[in-house]
């Protein structure tokens, strides 16, 4: 059974720091490309950040780039977004996803990030 399970979300003030952590289980975590999406209200999904399955590149969006930071374990099967200097703009629903050409993507539910005064 595959499973994607995001935690760390929560609510930061403007200024602040959150790492979000993304367990996957159930398939070959060292195979597959993660990816960190957010979905606003009333605005459509968006690409946070992306990293290679060996973890050797990462890509941001121009909107996070220089505060956020992708990474991941192959060992434990975990992805991480660090998120420093976060803005009221940043608040989202953030998701954590696998994908590998022709076998497949995957979904975690999401995790809320709110940041407020």
């Known amino acids: 059974q595959v499973q994607l399970v995001e935690s760390g979300g929560g609510s930061v003030q403007p200024g602040g720091s959150l790492r979000l952590s993304c367990a996957a289980s159930?398939?070959?975590?060292?195979?597959?490309?993660m990816r960190w999406y957010r979905q606003a209200p009333g605005k459509e999904r968006e690409l946070v950040a992306g990293?290679?399955?060996?973890?050797?590149?990462?890509s941001y969006a121009d909107s996070v780039k220089g505060r956020f930071t992708i990474s991941r374990d192959n060992g434990k099967n975990m992805v991480y977004l660090q998120m420093n200097s976060l803005k009221p703009e940043d608040t989202a629903v953030y998701y954590c996803?696998?994908?590998?050409?022709?076998?497949?993507?995957?979904w975690g539910q999401g995790t809320q990030v709110t940041v407020s005064s």
């Open positions: 996803y696998a994908w590998r050409f022709y076998f497949g993507e995957y």
């Open positions: 990293i290679t399955s060996d973890g050797g590149y990462t």
């Open positions: 159930g398939f070959t975590f060292n195979h597959y490309a």
